[in-house]
């Protein structure tokens, strides 16, 4: 585990003027699509097919084909000036970025206490990981996955080898590459993820406590692939959100943008998929 200060960090500030720039070109590249969830098995041999499933596409300039992200909002959807944030860094960076909509395909506001949705969430990210491999622009084995809170949560589940994830049928040998999750709720997770993931989460946050991450990584031993934790200090959940300036409460809990942690994740975020899906 990595706990940050920011003495560092405020070097680092210069990045944010570039993730502005990128920001207007963002929303004029995102391009509305629709895929088909994975189906899943049933134990009788049958199939239940994925839901119809809306996202949002944004490409690089030139045929590729180029390595790419899909990226899972949390309980309560990503706005629009997160969306565009997030598409406008990966697309900077030489990503095809897909955003998927779980909620608003559904007409559903918020999943953020049941957790009903969490085996569609699986679904439809295989179902986004398929769809993007049917375009000759993305490299269907340099894809890899940024979840946020219970997108987090769903980024850590289709990167594990369990039972629940060989339920889904997957085209071929396609898999995710790599895994980074913002603020995901550690406790919900189960196995030990397969594929390099990176973790990143605020001391202070209510939704998905830090402690609870270092327990699970604690358990979850050495062997296999690295697992990288990046703890901040004094920050809450929703700490890479612009929109969360200043901090207010959601359904009783806390969230705030940070400037400092929300710099220093990209830049880590754009070593880490540099690093796993060059």
């Known amino acids: 585990m990595m706990k940050v ?8 500030l210069a990045a944010t003027f570039i993730a502005l720039a990128a920001d207007a070109s963002a929303q004029e590249r ?15 041999g049958g199939l239940i097919r994925g839901d ?5 596409l944004a490409k690089p300039e030139g045929a590729g084909p180029f390595p ?28 095809v970025v897909l955003i998927v909509d779980s909620l608003g395909t559904r007409g559903i506001d918020h999943d953020c206490f049941k957790g009903i949705l969490a ?10 990981l398929a769809f993007l491999a049917g375009h000759t622009f993305v490299d269907p084995q340099r894809v890899a996955t940024v979840g946020f809170s219970k997108g987090g ?18 085209p ?30 605020g001391t202070l946050d209510e939704w998905a406590p830090a402690a609870d991450c270092s327990e699970k990584i604690d358990t979850w031993g050495t062997d296999g692939v690295a697992i990288d934790l990046v703890v901040y200090p004094n920050v809450h959940h929703g700490f890479y959100y612009p929109e969360l300036h200043p901090g207010r409460a959601m359904l009783g809990r806390w969230l705030e943008y940070s400037e400092e942690a929300a710099t220093d994740s990209s830049r880590r975020m754009r070593q880490f998929l540099d690093r796993h899906l060059d």
């Open 153 to 170: 949560w769903t980024a850590l589940l289709v990167s594990e080898s369990n039972d629940l994830f060989k339920r889904f049928v997957r």
């Open 68 to 95: 790419a992200v899909i990226g899972l909002h949390g309980c309560a959807g990503m706005s629009d000036t997160t969306k565009r944030k997030l598409v406008g860094e990966l697309v900077g960076w030489g990503y």
């Open 5 to 12: 200060g920011w003495g560092a960090g405020r070097l680092l």
């Open 172 to 201: 071929g040998d396609l898999k995710f590459r790599a895994a980074v999750a913002f603020n995901p709720p550690c406790r919900e997770v189960g196995a030990r993820p397969s594929i390099p993931t990176l973790i990143l989460i």
């Open 52 to 56: 119809r499933i809306q996202g949002y």
């Open 119 to 128: 085996v569609a969430r699986i679904s439809d990210a295989l179902g986004a």
């Open 30 to 44: 995102m391009e509305r699509v629709e895929f088909e969830g994975a189906s899943q098995r049933l134990a009788s």
